[in-house]
C-alpha cells in the first residue's frame, strides 16, 4: 500500500511501500547528502534514522489533536508515517488552515477566541466522543500542561499522549516542583517557596530576596506572566501585570518570586521517559537568544556545555523524571552562569516548540517516542544510543515588527509565501501556505526554520542562506533580525546570554549596517533594475500598432536617495551585463535574471549576493523605488535620472504630525482597559490604556503632560497597528 508523506505545508514525493511497515522509511529518488528539507529529493537518509522501536508493537488507531497549526501538521506528519489516522478540531477561522485540510477528520468547536475554542474542554471532549479517538495529543500551549483536562481524558477512557496527570500537576506548579526538584537534589534558584499572595508581600519578599527578582506565573510558561523587577515600584508594576497575563494565558493567577541571575545562559535538556520507569537525557538545546523572555533562537548542542556539564545536566533531568514518574517527553530548563553552574528554572510537561533541532542531533522522533510511551510501550534506547551528529539551529520566523522592541506582533494575509525548503538541510516546519492569515488571536508563529550542518558553521551557513532566499509578503516580520544575528561576531563565536539582544542592540534593531563594498554592491543592482525596466518600457512584442523606438541611450546617469544620502552612478549596457559605475568604481552586474524572480542571485564583479526584489515594477521612470532584501534587510532606494535628482530640493516637504499628543497602538490588538476619559488631565509618564496582543499585554502612557481631547476606542475594541486610542489637547 503506498501512503504520501507531507512534512510542512506542502505535499510530498516521500512514499512509504508499505504505510504498516513502520521501521524506517522507504524513499524513492536520488537524494543529496544529509538533506532534511521538507522536499523530498534532498532526502539521503531518514530524518528519523535513529527512532527505534519494535515494528509489531501496537498503536493507536487513531488520534485527535488538540491544538493547531504548525504542531498540529507536524504530529499529523509522524501519525501518516505509522498509519494513524487524525482527527482535528479547529475554530472557525481555522477552517481551512493546513492542519484542518491534513487531517483525516475535522471538527469545528467553536469561534476565534481560544476560551471558545481550543481551551473549551466539553468542546474537545465531546468532538473525541463523535469520532471515536483513542487518544489526544495536545502539542504545545492550550490544554498541554492542563491537568484536568487530561483527568477528563482518563475518565472517559481516552489516552492523554503526554505525561500522568500527577506529573504535570506536579511539574507544571512551579511553587511545588522546586520543593520536588530539591528533594531530588536538582540545583535550585534562590527565592520564596511559596505563593506571593499580594502586591505588599510581593514587595516584601522582593526586599528579603535581594533584587533584581523575578515574578512569574506558577502556572504555564512560553513567557507569559513573567516580569523582571529591580525595585519596590517595578515589584509592584509586575504583580499587577503577571497576575492579569497568568489569568488570561493559564486560568491560574497564582505567583511566585525568586533571585532573577543576571546574564545568565537558558540552557534546557531534553528528556525521554516511559511508564516501565525508564528515562533517557537527549542532550541540551541553547535558548538564550529571546526577547521578552520569549526564544527567538535555538541550537544543539550548546557550544558551552561541555561533556562532563552536559551529563550532569542530564543526571539532574532524569532523576527530576524520576522523582515524579515522569513517562513521556519533557524538558527540565536551566539558567546556568558564566562559571557553568547550573540551576533549576523549570519543567515543561510537554513536547517544546524546539524539538525539531534535537531530532536533527539524534535521529529520534519524539513525536514517534510519545506515542509509543503513552500506549505503554518501553524505549527500545539506551542511554549509550545516545549521541551528537553535527548541528542544529532554529529561527522563529514571526509575524512581528523586529524594529519594534525586537518583535510586536503583526497581522494579515500571506499575498507571497515561498519557505526554502529546496535548500539542502534546511527543515520548514510550518502550518500555513500562500493565502493563510496571520490574525490577532493565535500566536505569530510563521515557521521553525531549522538547518543542519556537520559543524556549527555550516549550520550557520546554511540558515543564513535559507533566510536570503525566504519569501514571505503580507505580513511584516522578522526575517532582518534573525539573518543579522546569523554573522553578529557574538553569536558567532557563541559568547551569548539572555540579554543578548539588549545589548548587542542597545538602542533597539535598526536594520543592517552595511559595508562601503555591500552599499555599493546593492546600488549596482538597484540600478540594473531601474535600467533592465526601463529597456522592457521600450520593448513591445506580437504588435504592430505602436511605434517602437529605437532611440536607446548609451547610458544611463542617475541618482539613487537611500534614506537621507544621494549617491550618483552611470549605466551602461554590454553583452549580458550592465556596468554600474559608482564614484571611481566600476561593476559589471550580470544580466541573469528577470523582474519577475523572487530571489535575484546577483552576480558583481565575480562576486555572488542574494537579494530578494520586492518592489517589481518601479512606478514611474522618474520616480522610481526599488526595494531589495539584502542581508535580511529591507532597503528603499529611490532611482531616478540624475535631472529629476537636482530638481528635488524644490520639493514640498511632508510635515510630521505631532505624535506626542496621540497614544497609538504599537500593533494590532485588543484594548484590555482604559484608564482616563475626556476632560481628565493626565502627566507625562501615566497610562492611558493596556493593549493586549498574543495573550501579552502593554501599557501605554503618555507621551507629555497634557488634557485628554478624545477616547476613540473602549474595552474589549480590537485595534489596527499605529491605530489612535487617545488623543491629547
Request: aromatic residues 8%; negative net charge.
Amino acid at each position: 500500500m503506498a501512503a504520501t508523506l507531507r512534512l510542512g505545508s506542502t505535499a510530498l514525493s516521500i512514499r512509504l511501500r508499505n504505510a504498516s511497515n513502520c521501521g524506517r522509511y522507504q524513499v524513492l529518488g536520488t537524494f543529496h547528502k544529509r538533506g532534511i528539507s521538507t522536499t523530498a529529493h534532498l532526502l539521503n537518509k531518514d530524518i528519523y534514522w535513529n527512532d527505534k522501536y519494535d515494528p509489531k508493537e501496537s498503536k493507536f488507531d487513531k488520534i485527535l489533536i488538540a491544538n493547531r497549526g504548525e504542531i498540529a501538521v507536524r504530529v499529523i506528519n509522524t501519525c501518516r508515517r505509522l498509519g494513524i489516522k487524525t482527527v482535528a478540531v479547529h475554530s472557525d477561522v481555522d477552517s481551512y488552515n493546513n492542519f484542518v485540510l491534513m487531517a483525516d477528520e475535522a471538527i469545528c468547536i467553536g469561534p476565534a477566541p481560544t476560551s471558545k475554542s481550543y481551551l473549551n474542554m466539553d468542546a474537545i471532549l465531546d468532538a473525541v466522543k463523535q469520532t471515536g479517538a483513542q487518544a489526544v495529543h495536545p502539542g504545545y500551549g492550550f490544554l498541554s500542561e492542563n491537568t484536568n483536562f487530561a483527568a477528563k481524558l482518563h475518565e472517559n477512557g481516552v489516552t492523554f499522549i503526554g505525561p500522568n496527570s500527577e506529573a504535570i500537576h506536579a511539574m507544571g506548579d512551579k511553587i511545588e516542583s522546586k520543593r520536588i526538584a530539591t528533594k531530588a537534589k536538582v540545583n535550585m534558584i534562590p527565592g520564596h517557596d511559596g505563593v506571593v499572595e499580594s502586591v505588599d508581600e510581593c514587595v516584601k519578599l522582593a526586599n528579603e530576596i535581594g533584587y533584581p527578582v523575578m515574578i512569574k506565573a506558577s502556572a504555564g510558561g512560553g513567557g507569559k506572566g513573567m516580569r523582571i523587577a529591580y525595585n519596590d515600584k517595578e515589584a509592584r508594576y509586575a504583580y499587577r501585570f503577571c497576575k492579569d497575563e497568568a489569568a488570561s494565558s493559564f486560568g491560574d493567577d497564582r505567583l511566585l518570586i525568586e533571585k532573577f541571575i543576571e546574564e545568565p545562559r537558558h540552557i534546557e535538556m531534553q528528556v525521554l521517559c516511559d511508564k516501565h520507569g525508564n528515562a533517557l537525557w537527549l542532550n541540551e538545546r541553547e535558548c538564550s537568544i529571546q526577547r521578552r523572555n520569549q526564544k527567538v533562537i535555538e541550537e544543539a548542542p550548546s557550544t558551552f556545555v561541555d561533556p562532563d556539564m552536559r551529563r550532569a545536566m542530564g543526571e539532574q533531568a532524569t532523576s527530576l523524571a524520576r522523582a515524579v514518574g515522569y513517562d513521556s517527553a519533557g524538558t527540565v530548563e536551566f539558567l546556568v552562569d558564566n562559571k557553568k553552574n547550573f540551576y533549576f528554572l523549570e519543567m515543561n510537561t510537554r513536547l517544546q516548540v524546539e524539538h525539531p533541532i534535537t531530532e536533527c542531533i539524534t535521529g529520534i522522533d519524539l513525536v514517534h517516542q510519545m506515542l509509543r510511551s503513552a500506549k505503554g510501550h518501553p524505549l527500545v534506547h539506551k542511554q549509550h544510543d545516545i549521541g551528537i551528529d553535527g548541528w542544529s539551529l532554529e529561527c522563529r520566523v514571526y509575524a512581528e515588527d523586529p524594529y519594534k522592541s525586537f518583535g510586536l506582533p503583526s497581522v494579515g494575509r500571506l499575498f507571497t509565501y515561498i519557505e526554502p525548503s529546496h535548500i539542502p538541510n534546511v527543515r520548514c516546519d510550518s502550518g500555513i501556505r500562500e493565502g493563510s492569515e496571520i490574525s490577532v488571536y493565535y500566536d505569530a508563529l510563521i515557521c521553525k526554520l531549522v538547518s543542519y550542518g556537520a559543524t556549527r558553521q555550516e549550520a550557520l551557513d546554511t540558515m543564513a542562506k535559507a533566510l536570503d532566499h525566504y519569501a514571505i509578503r503580507g505580513v511584516t516580520h522578522n526575517i532582518p533580525l534573525l539573518r543579522d544575528i546569523m554573522t553578529e561576531d557574538r553569536f558567532v563565536r557563541g559568547d551569548i546570554t539572555t540579554s543578548y539582544l539588549q545589548e548587542v542592540y542597545p538602542d533597539g534593531f535598526k536594520g543592517k549596517k552595511l559595508t562601503s563594498k555591500q552599499q555599493n554592491h546593492l546600488i549596482a543592482v538597484a540600478c540594473a533594475v531601474h535600467v533592465k525596466e526601463a529597456l522592457r518600457q521600450r520593448s513591445f512584442t506580437n504588435q504592430s500598432r505602436f511605434p517602437v523606438s529605437n532611440n536607446v541611450p548609451s547610458q544611463w546617469k542617475l541618482a539613487i536617495r537611500i534614506a537621507d544620502d544621494i549617491h550618483h552612478a552611470c549605466v551602461t549596457c554590454s553583452q549580458g551585463a550592465f556596468c554600474v559605475t559608482i564614484g571611481e568604481e566600476t561593476f559589471d552586474v550580470a544580466d541573469n535574471f528577470t523582474l519577475g524572480f523572487n530571489v535575484i542571485e546577483a552576480q558583481i564583479n565575480g562576486d555572488i549576493e542574494t537579494m530578494m526584489l520586492l518592489t517589481k515594477i518601479p512606478i514611474k521612470e522618474a520616480r522610481g523605488v526599488v526595494k531589495l532584501r539584502y542581508l535580511g534587510t529591507v532597503f528603499s532606494l529611490h532611482v531616478m535620472p540624475q535631472e529629476y535628482s537636482d530638481m528635488y530640493q524644490y520639493m514640498i516637504t511632508k510635515q510630521e504630525a505631532d505624535l506626542s499628543s496621540m497614544v497609538m497602538a504599537p500593533m494590532p490588538g485588543l484594548v484590555k482597559s482604559v484608564a482616563v476619559e475626556v476632560g481628565q488631565n493626565v502627566s507625562e509618564g501615566q497610562e492611558m490604556c493596556v493593549l493586549e496582543a498574543m495573550k501579552m499585554q502593554n501599557s501605554l502612557p503618555a507621551a507629555r503632560d497634557g488634557k485628554v481631547k478624545a477616547v476613540n476606542f473602549k474595552a474589549g475594541d480590537t485595534v489596527d497597528e499605529e491605530a489612535v486610542i487617545v488623543e491629547l489637547e
